[in-house]
């Protein structure tokens, strides 16, 4: 995945009691269920306002295609993985970063679409992959 912009979900976010109880197959698990909740807010995030970071300023002039999905590649090209103990979440378009941070040098105003604000991952974000989390780790125990 280039280095366009990616987020990285670390095994040791998982409390230490938990990683000694989690089988390896749950752990997998468990990052690419808190993956996918990031990745699939990141793409919902362009038909669907309440999920964005911030709100998006508006277009200086007018366009016929909605804001930011022109070719509809930076949506499409979000996508998730788990290598290890990691779980990445990226976009492959060398772009996104522009648009999720902003750019200066080419005058694009920040219209964030991942869940991350300040590096920390918003409310609504941190609530469903606590969700899932929770689902996993009941599946797992038997409840």
């Given at each position: 995945m280039?280095?366009?912009?990616a987020?990285?979900?670390?095994?040791d976010?998982?409390?230490?009691?938990?990683?000694?109880?989690?089988?390896?197959?749950?752990?997998?698990?468990?990052?690419?269920?808190?993956?996918?909740?990031v990745?699939?807010?990141a793409?919902?995030?362009?038909d669907?306002?309440?999920?964005?970071?911030?709100?998006?300023?508006?277009?200086?002039?007018?366009?016929?295609?909605?804001?930011?999905?022109?070719?509809?590649?930076?949506?499409?090209?979000?996508?998730?993985?788990?290598?290890?103990?990691?779980?990445?979440?990226?976009?492959?378009?060398?772009?996104?970063?522009?648009?999720?941070?902003g750019?200066t040098?080419?005058?694009?105003?920040?219209?964030?679409f991942?869940?991350?604000?300040?590096?920390?991952?918003t409310?609504?974000?941190?609530?469903?992959?606590?969700?899932?989390?929770?689902?996993?780790?009941?599946?797992?125990?038997?409840?």
């Amino acid at each position: 995945m280039p280095d366009a912009i990616a987020f990285t979900l670390k095994l040791d976010d998982i409390t230490p009691s938990l990683d000694a109880l989690a089988s390896d197959d749950l752990k997998r698990r468990m990052l690419q269920g808190m993956a996918t909740v990031v990745e699939s807010m990141a793409v919902r995030a362009f038909d669907e306002p309440g999920l964005r970071p911030t709100s998006w300023p508006a277009r200086k002039k007018a366009a016929s295609h909605p804001l930011l999905i022109k070719s509809g590649d930076l949506r499409q090209g979000i996508h998730s993985q788990v290598q290890g103990d990691a779980a990445k979440v990226g976009s492959p378009t060398a772009y996104a970063a522009a648009h999720q941070l902003g750019s200066t040098k080419r005058n694009i105003p920040a219209r964030p679409f991942f869940p991350v604000i300040e590096d920390k991952l918003t409310g609504n974000a941190s609530a469903e992959i606590t969700d899932v989390l929770e689902a996993l780790i009941g599946k797992a125990a038997g409840n």
